[in-house]
């Protein structure tokens, strides 16, 4: 897997965010896609449109199981904050329940 990269496309349509159909063994993760619009170096004031981008490159493999880890925690992030709060909850009434003890309430 390769750092974020800022690249200039000239690609005729917007690129996609998450492209894995232009190499077999690479997928490119895409960000922050602009297109913009500058002057071609030695023409006269011919103007060129292109796509300026965040990439990233990863192997398939690694791309696979980045989206099996994405789809885990999606699928038991409920279950999880369930846990916390419910941890959360238990302590505070242990807190209560000790400070009750020490003031001699119960």
């Known amino acids: 897997m390769t750092d974020w990269k800022k690249v200039t496309g000239t690609q005729p349509d917007k690129p996609e965010e998450i492209d894995r159909t232009s ?12 297109q913009v619009t500058r002057e071609v170096e030695g023409s006269n004031g011919e ?22 880890m994405k789809t885990i925690v999606e699928e038991n992030t409920s279950g999880i904050v369930e846990s916390v709060t419910q941890f959360q ?14 003031e001699g309430l119960i």
């Open 23 to 34: 190499s077999p063994l690479t997928v490119y993760l895409r960000k922050n896609i602009e």
């Open 47 to 68: 103007m060129a449109t292109e796509w300026q981008y965040d990439e990233k490159e990863m192997t398939v493999e690694e791309y696979e199981n980045m989206a099996l």
């Open 89 to 102: 909850r238990d302590a505070v009434i242990d807190e209560y329940t000790q400070q009750l003890i020490e």
